[in-house]
């Protein structure tokens, strides 16, 4: 009895061993190539599903058969006009022939190595034919289209599909670049010294013009105020001259009160005669010059005048028509 459980078990074990050795799978992302002692045999298999191979004898290399990626270095390139360039680029390829493929380079790790080598030089071709501003602004992406094809070409035999070659980067060294900046920023320097000129020259042109306006405007209104203050002094004078000429008397008694109040103080001192003319009407309020001469009669414009007052009215209207048209 245990005899034919350990022939049972034996069994199971080969059918199981046997089995494992005859059937794989094909992932979707995946396409195969069966070998038969190294060698390929029959057509490469790039459909999904569980497949059928010969136990023991047959082998399956399995190839990506989605789009990879080749992530080249920055490496130096110089143009046509002797500017050096770092270029730093990238790939996308697919293995479109894997029994090609396999044929030429077996893995993945020495294809990248070649298609590394194939992109580099065609950089360095293409690129090194054109100027530096043909390769960073003006032509970029038909030199781009110029690289694929290159690259597309020679990676045919390669079994390899090469679906783009693009440019990440395309600038000059550290050292260029950084005499470049400092060239650029001594530019950008003197144009700011530039505007800032102009801008004072412009500030001094309206502080002098301000200047200007305000020394005319100051002069002006001297000149107004100066023709003001004389108006106004020959006004009150005519005012004064016509007042004396209603009444002497009285004048001359107003002003010698005004002349007591202006000069007369708590610490004022004056010495003069007792019947010197300026105490006249202290000593004497009443004091009326008897002179025959200052008797005035009254003319048809002090009556006017006189009408003027009465009637509450300014003298200045009447006397000072230059001044009612100030106002």
Same mark, same amino acid.
């Given at each position: 009895?245990?005899?034919?459980?350990?022939?049972?078990?034996?069994?199971?074990?080969?059918?199981?061993?046997?089995?494992?050795?005859?059937?794989?799978?094909?992932?979707?992302?995946?396409?195969?190539?069966?070998?038969?002692?190294?060698?390929p045999v029959g057509a490469p298999i790039t459909d999904a599903g569980l497949k059928i191979k010969v136990p023991f004898i047959q082998q399956v290399q399995f190839l990506d058969r989605r789009i990879l990626d080749?992530?080249?270095?920055?490496?130096?390139?110089?143009?046509?006009?002797?500017?050096?360039?770092?270029?730093?680029?990238?790939?996308?390829?697919?293995?479109?022939?894997?029994?090609?493929?396999?044929?030429?380079?077996?893995?993945?790790?020495?294809?990248?190595?070649?298609?590394?080598?194939?992109v580099s030089s065609s950089l360095r071709s293409v690129l090194g034919g054109e100027e530096f501003v043909t390769v960073v602004r003006d032509e970029r992406d038909e030199l781009m289209a110029r690289i694929s &094809?290159?690259?597309?070409?020679?990676? #045919?035999?390669?079994?390899? #599909?090469?679906?783009?070659?693009?440019?990440?980067?395309?600038?000059?060294?550290?050292?260029?670049?950084?005499?470049?900046?400092?060239?650029?920023?001594?530019?950008?320097?003197?144009?700011?010294?530039?505007?800032?000129?102009?801008?004072?020259?412009?500030?001094?042109?309206?502080?002098?013009?301000?200047?200007?306006?305000?020394?005319?405007?100051?002069?002006?209104?001297?000149?107004?105020?100066?023709?003001?203050?004389?108006?106004?002094?020959?006004?009150?004078?005519?005012?004064?001259?016509?007042?004396?000429?209603?009444?002497?008397?009285?004048?001359?008694?107003?002003?010698?009160?005004?002349?007591?109040? &202006?000069?007369?103080?708590?610490?004022?001192?004056?010495?003069?005669?007792?019947?010197?003319?300026?105490f006249k009407f202290l000593n004497d309020p009443n004091a009326i010059s008897n002179d025959d001469s200052n008797v005035t009669k009254l003319t048809k414009e002090n009556i006017e005048l006189i009408s003027v007052?009465?009637?509450?009215?300014?003298?200045?209207?009447?006397?000072?028509?230059?001044?009612?048209?100030?106002?």
């Amino acid at each position: 009895m245990k005899g034919k459980q350990i022939a049972l078990l034996i069994f199971l074990g080969l059918l199981f061993l046997v089995s494992v050795n005859t059937f794989y799978s094909v992932h979707e992302t995946k396409q195969a190539i069966v070998l038969q002692f190294g060698r390929p045999v029959g057509a490469p298999i790039t459909d999904a599903g569980l497949k059928i191979k010969v136990p023991f004898i047959q082998q399956v290399q399995f190839l990506d058969r989605r789009i990879l990626d080749l992530d080249s270095p920055a490496e130096e390139v110089i143009a046509s006009d002797q500017k050096r360039l770092v270029v730093d680029s990238f790939t996308r390829w697919q293995i479109s022939d894997p029994l090609q493929f396999y044929i030429s380079v077996r893995d993945e790790r020495i294809a990248r190595s070649r298609l590394q080598a194939i992109v580099s030089s065609s950089l360095r071709s293409v690129l090194g034919g054109e100027e530096f501003v043909t390769v960073v602004r003006d032509e970029r992406d038909e030199l781009m289209a110029r690289i694929s &094809e290159i690259v597309n070409a020679q990676a #045919n035999d390669l079994g390899i #599909n090469i679906i783009d070659v693009r440019i990440k980067r395309a600038d000059l060294p550290d050292a260029n670049s950084q005499a470049i900046y400092r060239r650029m920023q001594t530019e950008r320097q003197q144009e700011a010294a530039e505007f800032r000129a102009k801008g004072q020259e412009i500030s001094r042109g309206i502080r002098a013009e301000a200047e200007k306006k305000v020394t005319v405007l100051v002069a002006e209104a001297t000149r107004d105020a100066e023709i003001i203050r004389g108006t106004g002094d020959a006004c009150r004078n005519r005012i004064f001259a016509s007042a004396y000429g209603l009444d002497p008397d009285f004048f001359a008694f107003y002003r010698s009160m005004k002349s007591y109040e &202006e000069s007369l103080g708590s610490d004022t001192t004056i010495v003069l005669s007792p019947d010197s003319e300026f105490f006249k009407f202290l000593n004497d309020p009443n004091a009326i010059s008897n002179d025959d001469s200052n008797v005035t009669k009254l003319t048809k414009e002090n009556i006017e005048l006189i009408s003027v007052i009465q009637s509450n009215d300014r003298l200045s209207d009447k006397l000072c028509p230059e001044l009612v048209k100030l106002d």
